[in-house]
């Protein structure tokens, strides 16, 4: 039990060192010095190389990447050489933001994916059944920033009911909510699919087993077999699509922040990839990295928890 | 004569398909859409009305109208070629990123399933690290250092989903390579390129066809993306997505830019989802229950 969490955490940080050491090595070791192409064409020389300097790159590749990682273990993502405040600080005051985005999606999504699933598995192959699973694939397939485009345009342009831009008014509860509207219908929308159709899946496997059948036998009411014993065991394998979904969304937020422009981890590697300034991107796209990769060891933790099964095979 | 009959036999299995698929009315619906799409990248130049990159300043933003069926942008150019037209590099994105992809986890997949162990967690390591960047902050990242191009999006797609396809391959060798056919092969001095090419390959490409169809409509909405963002294809081609961003700009005045890049989209990435689900339904059925 124990050495499973071991071993999975030792994934996950060899997994993150693996993936600064590429997203560095592509930054620096392509064509084109940072420092030249962040100073423009009219740059002098002397401005290059000292650039340089304070960005490290006069060293050799490897004690680079390590010092690098020794910075990252102590939290230090380095200087944003525009502004001169700490990186680490940068980015972490606009993942809130899109935790909250992302939070706020994945829960309205579960809230209606899980009752639709189990919905549709209950009244399997009828018509009803069809229809959500049509709608299901449907809300996957549609790409998720045409939502916020057309929701943008429709609810808060032509209707007018929602705000179209921002993250509402600091401190008031009412006005960030209504901001949260639309980004978080465009996030969440496809995730209402992916549930409900997981759910179902899940769902007829375990009306199918054994204990379901039991239970039957005992004259248990249908409502009890279905919310007490099938339902419960069903909704395992969605902890882990939760798991994985927060890493999936941070992509699609990145749509929904430069739509409605709402401040958050998204908006904030745009600009700087808009910008070119290197070690905002670097340090966003590092700490978006980790935020998947370590939500999705959560999301294995916990279904280990629930299910020996699992810890067997790493 | 028995190849004649092999022959029809075939025939006559994909016209029995044909017929499930249409009978399925999300099969047919599917059918229909991706016909129309490939149709409309095929014979775009033919198609658009009028030339997708001429500018007519004075008509600049005008509303949908005879002349203009959608309308035009902010330089004046017809919307409704430009939709046409970007059919052709939804399509030609889609195709390139998904064969290079199907390339790449083959020789990745093949080679982690049939080589050495150490080989094998190398490259288990390599594909669990890609998969751990969020699909559109790599691809920011890897435009910011390289620059955008239509090559950017198709190499971001490349290394993003070579891994999800070189971790079925692995596993599907593997779950092969200890066979008899295969012992008996090594047995009769078979090369390990002949053993893979003829006798694994053949056996693992069938799942993986379904699975790279069901991929389009995902690589057509990561180039729509990008170029939305600015960052995928170069103006002034018309891609969907560079439509969309154009629209965007001018949402307030002149929304039907954005109505006109979006519904082919939405229309595209459904008909190619419906057909492919129809397809596994009827082809693989034991591939239903997972996502």
């Known amino acids: 039990m124990g050495l499973y969490f071991l071993k999975r955490l030792g994934l996950s940080v060899v997994i993150v060192v693996v993936a600064v050491t590429m997203l560095y090595g592509m930054i620096h070791l392509v064509p084109g010095d940072p420092a030249s192409i962040m100073l423009g064409p009219r740059a002098t020389p002397e401005m290059k190389e000292t650039l340089r300097v304070r960005m490290g790159l006069d060293r050799p590749f490897v004690i680079q990447v390590v010092s690098f990682l020794g910075n990252v273990a102590m939290g230090d993502l380095g200087t944003d050489v525009f502004s001169n405040r700490p990186v680490a600080r940068i980015v972490l005051e606009q993942v809130p933001h899109t935790l909250v985005l992302v939070l706020i999606s994945m829960g309205w999504a579960a809230m209606m994916g899980i009752p639709l699933g189990a919905f549709s598995a209950i009244f399997r192959n009828t018509i009803l059944d069809k229809i959500t699973g049509v709608f299901s694939i449907a809300v996957i397939a549609v790409p998720s920033f045409v939502v916020a485009l057309y929701s943008l345009l429709f609810f808060a342009v032509y209707l007018q009911w929602f705000p179209a831009i921002g993250a509402g008014e600091p401190g008031d509860l009412v006005s960030r909510l209504t901001h949260l509207v639309l980004p978080s219908l465009a996030v969440g929308l496809s995730w209402v699919g992916y549930i409900a159709r997981l759910v179902r899946a899940s769902m007829l496997e375990v009306m199918g087993e054994n204990h379901i059948r039991t239970a039957r036998a005992f004259g248990l009411p249908e409502s009890v077999i279905i919310y007490r014993y099938a339902l419960k065991l069903a909704i395992l394998p969605t902890i882990t699509l939760i798991g994985v979904s927060i890493g999936r969304m941070l992509s699609t937020a990145v749509f929904a922040e430069i739509v409605f422009a709402r401040p958050g981890i998204g908006k904030l590697i745009y600009d700087s990839v808009i910008t070119r300034n290197y070690n905002v991107v670097m340090g966003s796209v590092l700490v978006s990295t980790a935020l998947f990769v370590f939500s999705t060891m959560i999301s294995d933790w916990i279904t280990a928890l629930l299910d020996p099964r699992i810890r067997e095979n790493l | ?291």
Do not use: C
Not at chain 2, 22 to 39: E, K
């Open chain 2, 1 to 291: 004569m028995s190849s004649g009959n092999r022959q029809t036999g075939k025939w006559a299995s994909v016209v029995y398909s044909l017929r499930l698929l249409v009978r399925d009315p999300m099969g047919l619906a599917g059918l229909i859409l991706v016909t129309l799409m490939v149709g409309t990248a095929v014979f775009a130049p033919y198609l658009a009305p009028r030339d997708p990159f001429a500018l007519d300043v004075m008509n600049r933003l005008a509303p949908p109208s005879q002349d203009h069926l959608m309308g035009t942008d902010q330089m004046g150019r017809d919307t409704f070629s430009r939709v046409v037209m970007g059919a052709r590099i939804a399509l030609k994105v889609a195709l390139t990123a998904i064969s290079l992809t199907l390339l790449g986890g083959l020789v990745l997949g093949l080679a982690a399933g049939y080589g050495p162990k150490w080989l094998d967690n190398f490259l288990l390591l390599v594909f669990d690290t890609l998969r751990s960047f969020p699909t559109i902050m790599f691809a920011l990242a890897v435009v910011a250092v390289v620059g955008p191009s239509l090559n950017t999006v198709i190499l971001v797609i490349v290394v993003t989903t070579v891994p999800v396809y070189g971790r079925i391959i692995r596993t599907q060798t593997q779950a092969i390579r200890y066979n008899e056919f295969i012992q008996a092969e090594r047995a009769m001095g078979a090369g390990i390129f002949r053993i893979l090419g003829v006798h694994i390959m053949p056996n693992i490409i069938g799942p993986l066809l379904i699975v790279a169809s069901m991929d389009i409509p995902v690589v057509v909405t990561i180039e729509a993306g990008l170029s939305f963002l600015g960052l995928g294809v170069r103006p002034p081609t018309p891609s969907w997505g560079s439509i969309l961003n154009d629209g965007y700009s001018f949402i307030r005045n002149t929304p039907w830019i954005v109505i006109a890049g979006g519904v082919p989209l939405i229309l595209t990435t459904l008909g190619f989802t419906f057909l492919g689900e129809s397809l596994r339904d009827i082809f693989d059925p034991k591939l239903r229950k997972d996502i």
